[in-house]
């Protein structure tokens, strides 16, 4: 179960990790997302117990442990409140550059920066 | 014992409130200065309470120790605290002197005074995770603050998704603490993890390393860092430099050397790598530019190879050059960034006092940080680390001042400034540069702070004075 788990976990993050190496912002969100719900997985299967869910725990039941649960539920607040901040951000990305795409970005900035120079050593 | 919550509640409840008001009026910027004066005011308290009776702590909900959440403020913490809430009161201030430009300002800075004094104060480790996105978050929004958001946007972009990769990174370590200890308090994990399995715990080191790498902008992890800073306002910039990279400092003392110091000691020749390259890489990038935000940038990075070195060095010598150090540096850079906006007369002056600080001339506060630098070189013994200290320094020196001498000296980047900032603003800074040299004169209360934060490292670490 733990290798399934772990097995799960990498290729997630290892997803993720790839989609964020895109130049397409979208995509760059999404490979986020898959991180984060890798390391939210981590969270889940580093409990130290196995078993039923502790609501209402019988004196001989086996319980799963409840902290890593407790954790995960916050972690997968704050994911899915940073999703919905970086999907802002890249929204704002597409209204002002009329693009998504970073080497465009980053393409843009050079031009800006040789006008710079250019202004800086003209005068 | 509520000393401990009182700082963080106050802030916290006034961020909440103050995040439905329009920040561009006068009043609230007002009562957001007020709720972070109380905040500072507080912190100070505890921080008192803490050198006379040393370690303060509580335990949420009135739970067992080892089941609730631990709130627990140490030499360590409390001096973290006061400097960022300190430093945000100061970028606050001007902020609002100059003019808030945009309705959630002054509340973003709470809530980011929120997240760092309940990172520095937590004695949780998944609370520690909860406080430190609940500070990134409001960066992430402040580093398009200002005009010309256009520009900014792609690189806010990059900073928050770099960032929150270090975050996740930082999450799954504290998984495996979790998994391996079996607890989320850091004093009872430290005490486990030397007992763990080794390869487990420093698969959990590395992880941590590069969460705060990133957060401190170190060599391989820095490339985030220049654009966000070049484009931020004045203040954003020395909230960011002077507040935001306590955090990566703060951790990589507080999970190097209390929680993880046998790893620590196993990496520390890579960290010494890692930490001069830093220092050679950001002093040559600064060396070669010509914006005074951008050479503050590079500075920075440099800087932050310093505190990595000094606790690579580790022992009471080089944990104590590390606190100094990180202190010292956020001050500087707050310093900097403010003056760098400014125009007129006696901003010059303010602009000298840092260089001078990061420069690590007497009787500037940066002359104590060079100098505890140096003791932690001269303890490791090795003739290259100083060669190498003084490398940077002299490097620092000549950085600082060819770019004070091209943004104040120069006739037309005088006059083509326009004309010269409000007088309430360079006061601001001037007052923050008397600070400086304040401290430069009186380092009592700071090295003696700074010495029981590393007496409590190094007596974690189990190394004693070296």
Redesign the interface.
């Known amino acids: 179960m733990i290798l399934l788990f772990s097995g799960v976990v990498a290729v997630l993050f290892g997803t993720g990790a790839f989609l ?1 190496l895109k130049a397409d ?1 979208f995509r ?1 969100v999404v490979g ?1 997302v898959m ?2 719900n ?2 939210i997985l ?2 889940i ?4 117990s196995r078993g039923a869910a502790p609501i209402h725990p019988l004196p001989d039941d086996r319980l799963s442990d409840p ?2 649960q407790a ?1 995960a539920l ?2 997968i607040v ?1 994911g899915f ?2 999703t919905a ?2 999907l802002a ?2 929204y ?2 597409y209204t ?2 009329e693009s998504v795409d ?1 080497d465009e ?2 393409r843009e ?1 050079v031009r ?1 920066e040789r006008e710079l120079e250019r202004e ?1 050593i003209s005068p | 014992m509520t000393l401990l919550v009182l700082p963080l509640a106050v802030v916290w409840l006034g961020a909440a409130a103050l995040a439905l008001l329009d920040g561009r009026r006068r009043s609230v910027g007002w009562a957001a200065v007020a709720v972070l004066g109380a905040n500072v005011a507080g912190l100070v308290a505890l921080g008192a309470r803490v050198a006379e009776d040393g370690r303060q702590e509580l335990v949420t909900g009135n739970w067992p120790r080892g089941v609730g959440i631990t709130l627990a403020a140490d030499e360590l913490g409390i001096l973290f605290a006061v400097l960022s809430s300190a430093v945000l009161l100061v970028a606050l201030l001007y902020e609002v002197l100059a003019g808030v430009r945009s309705r959630t300002f002054p509340s973003l800075v709470l809530f980011m005074a929120a997240g760092l004094t309940g990172l520095f104060l937590t004695g949780d480790l998944f609370n520690f995770f909860v406080f430190f996105e609940l500070s990134m978050i409001p960066a992430y929004v402040l580093s398009v603050y200002g005009e010309q958001a256009r520009r900014k946007i792609g690189a806010a972009f990059i900073f928050a998704v770099v960032n929150l990769l270090g975050s996740f990174i930082f999450l799954i370590s504290v998984a495996g603490t979790y998994h391996v200890t079996g607890t989320l308090e850091m004093r009872d994990a430290a005490e486990r993890l030397a007992d763990a399995e080794p390869a487990s715990v420093m698969l959990i080191a590395v992880g941590v390393f590069v969460a705060f790498g990133v957060k401190l902008g170190l060599f391989p992890f820095h490339f985030w860092l220049p654009p966000i800073y070049v484009g931020a306002t004045p203040a954003v910039a020395a909230i960011l430099s002077g507040a935001l990279a306590n955090i990566g400092a703060y951790g990589l003392l507080r999970f190097g050397a209390a929680l993880l110091p046998a790893e620590l000691e196993l990496g520390a020749r890579a960290l010494v790598v890692i930490g001069s390259v830093s220092i050679l890489y950001g002093a040559m990038q600064a060396l070669s530019r010509r914006d005074v935000r951008e050479v503050l940038a590079y500075s920075a990075i440099g800087q932050a190879g310093y505190i990595l070195v000094a606790l690579a060095v580790g022992g009471r010598v080089g944990f104590f050059a590390a606190v100094v150090y990180a202190v010292v540096n956020s001050a500087n850079k707050a310093l900097l960034f403010l003056a760098a906006g400014l125009r007129g007369w006696l901003v010059g002056a303010a602009f000298v006092v840092g260089a001078f600080s990061v420069a690590g001339v007497p009787p500037s506060a940066g002359f104590f940080g060079k100098v505890a630098i140096f003791q932690a070189g001269v303890a490791e013994e090795s003739i290259a680390l100083l060669v190498l200290l003084f490398v940077g320094g002299a490097l620092s020196f000549v950085y600082m001042f060819q770019i004070y001498q091209h943004a104040f000296w120069r006739p037309e980047a005088a006059a083509g400034a326009g004309d010269a900032s409000p007088a309430v603003l360079r006061g601001l800074t001037l007052g923050l540069a008397a600070v400086i040299v304040a401290i430069g004169i009186w380092p009592e209360p700071l090295l003696a702070l700074s010495g029981g934060a590393a007496d409590l490292l190094a007596g974690a670490a189990g190394g004693g004075p070296r």
């Open positions: 964020m912002l760059v986020m991180i984060s890798a390391a981590t969270l299967g580093s409990g130290l902290l890593v954790m916050t972690a704050i409140g940073v901040l970086l951000i890249a704002r990305v002002s550059h970073l970005l980053s900035e800006r800086e």
